[in-house]
């Protein structure tokens, strides 16, 4: 259910001039041919929605300052958008592609060239289907080098590796996501999590797919680590090898090394892997790399599944690289702790070349509550499969998105009404203990809306993240569309605003575009709304 939460949310309209792309460097073309193709995984053969007939899709190669011109052609049979997660796209929302928001669906047989405008980005992104649950095959990377002239503030890698994990499902997942819609139950989970598109061999018929990475001892390789999930939360590691963070959410940070990396549905981890088997004392030459869930709430159902990949060394004797994969100790799969301690460590670089910019001053405070409720049951019955016989709906601060029929970009620049409404609460209408596990049920239902937030241009916000123990507490990864955020803080239980800010990191916060709201805490984020459109 938390994957939800990070679907819908606040459409946020910043006022500003006329929106006009930014001119930049140097321009990258790529086509994409949104089509049908048939894949197998878990020995079962399904048909797929893919980019140019590959899962996961094309990655997308540039530097800092460059356009991406990417025309989109859909050969598939339902509607579709495309977006460029993480990118700030400076004065061009028409292009950053969350559907019925910034723009229409392509449809079927129809074509759209986006204009990716890279700014201040700098390391690993990723792009993704914006329409129902197409993003769970239609994804790729997006790996944004340093301009020419210019270095990694780390050791040069002798390779780059993208390691993008996500998950597999049986079924035609938008089929499961209709079937919910109907019954306003849950959506099932995934059959299995994978890395770059497969499970690993820990699975039967994977064998064959499981990717391998060759390396070479001696040697440094950057892993661009992406989840591409809708749902899970993974920890992820590499046996006998430790892993520097260097970034995340293409910003670089102050390296940190640890024995595995907690990454959220959204975020994007770039890590240093130093092939160094031989000093550790290793006679094997193969290693499993191992993604595995973290499930914040044990009480819903969740993927109980780890994926693996292999690094193999390229160099090893034949003999080390017959035998069994070494694997990786990853924390228990409700180690909150572990988690926790993780995301304690990310910290901006902040030097000279790249430096901290907090905003100090805050023109708008606003306060976030985040929740998975009930709306009243409209089926031919009157009975659905959600609690009380109702229907589950996420809500923010008690609205629950509506998607309207008419992209909200359009309406607010052509001035047309009754598409949404300029209201959205600053706070939450109720105040009560919101972590805590008996929430009266009079607190479950929430209201459906099309509410959006007006700040002015160049007004800094800050924003609270708070999650409840609506129908369960549980971690919630939360992202901005056209803005990176610092991450001012964390704590668990209920902000208190007297006490809580005096813990915020103004030094060295990390910047992130996806942030994860602990489960039965808060995080703040702040940012300068100096981008004109609408975000999301």
Not at 43 to 71: M, S, W
Not at 424 to 452: A, L, Q, S, Y
Request: hydrophobic letters at 40%; a negative charge.
């Amino acid at each position: 259910m938390g994957a939800v939460i990070w679907l819908l949310g606040v459409v946020l309209t910043v006022l500003g001039a006329a929106v006009v792309p930014a001119q930049a460097s140097k321009n990258h073309h790529y086509d994409f041919f949104i089509k049908e193709s048939n894949y197998t995984r878990l020995c079962h053969e399904k048909t797929i929605l893919t980019v140019n007939g590959q899962f996961p899709g094309p990655t997308i190669y540039a530097r800092k300052g460059d356009v991406v011109v990417v025309n989109v052609y859909n050969q598939g049979d339902k509607n579709i958008t495309i977006h460029w997660h993480g990118v700030d796209q400076p004065r061009n929302p028409w292009s950053d592609g969350p559907v019925y928001i910034t723009q229409c669906p392509i449809q079927p047989g129809a074509n759209l060239t986006y204009t990716i405008i890279l700014s201040e980005e700098e390391g690993t992104l990723w792009w993704h289907a914006h329409s129902d649950y197409d993003r769970t095959t239609v994804h790729g990377a997006i790996v944004i080098h340093p301009k020419l002239g210019n270095a990694f503030p780390f050791k040069k890698p002798h390779k780059e590796i993208p390691v993008i994990l996500s998950e597999w499902w049986n079924a035609d997942v938008n089929l499961l996501l209709e079937e919910a819609r109907k019954t306003g139950g849950d959506v099932s989970i995934s059959d299995a999590n994978t890395i770059n598109g497969q499970p690993g061999d820990l699975f039967p018929c994977s064998n064959n797919g499981t990717f391998k990475a060759a390396v070479e001892s001696g040697k440094t390789y950057l892993l661009r680590i992406i989840n591409a999930g809708l749902a899970n939360d993974l920890f992820f590691g590499v046996a006998g090898h430790r892993l520097t963070v260097v970034g995340t959410d293409a910003r670089y940070t102050k390296p940190f090394t640890v024995d595995q990396i907690l990454i959220s549905p959204g975020q994007t981890v770039d890590a240093l892997l130093e092939a160094d088997r031989a000093v550790n004392g290793s006679s094997n030459g193969r290693y499993y790399m191992a993604a595995r869930t973290l499930a914040s709430n044990t009480n819903i159902e969740f993927d109980n599944t780890t994926a693996t990949a292999i690094l193999e060394y390229a160099d090893a004797p034949p003999a080390a690289r017959a035998g069994r994969p070494d694997f990786p100790s990853l924390p228990a799969i409700d180690d909150l702790n572990a988690s926790t301690a993780y995301t304690a460590q990310l910290r901006s670089l902040a030097s000279e070349a790249h430096p901290v910019d907090v905003p100090t001053d805050v023109d708008e405070h606003m306060l976030i509550t985040i929740a998975v409720n009930v709306v009243p049951c409209t089926t031919g019955n009157g009975t659905c499969e959600g609690p009380l016989g109702a229907r589950l709906a996420a809500s923010l601060n008690n609205v629950s998105f509506h998607l309207p029929s008419v992209d909200i970009l359009d309406a607010y620049y052509g001035s047309v009404r009754g598409v949404y409404e300029t209201d959205f609460p600053d706070m939450p209408p109720f105040v009560f203990n919101f972590t805590d596990d008996n929430v009266p049920m009079e607190r479950w239902f929430t209201k459906r809306g099309t509410k959006v937030k007006v700040v002015e241009y160049g007004a800094v916000v800050e924003v609270v993240f708070q999650d409840t123990a609506i129908l369960g507490a549980e971690n919630h990864p939360m992202h901005l569309h056209g803005f990176n955020f610092y991450v001012l803080g964390r704590g668990l239980g209920n902000f208190n605003h007297t006490t809580d800010p005096a813990t915020y990191n103004l030094i060295d916060p990390p910047l992130q575009n996806t942030v994860t709201v602990p489960k039965s805490g808060w995080a703040t984020i702040r940012f300068r709304a100096a981008n004109p459109g609408e975000l999301f």
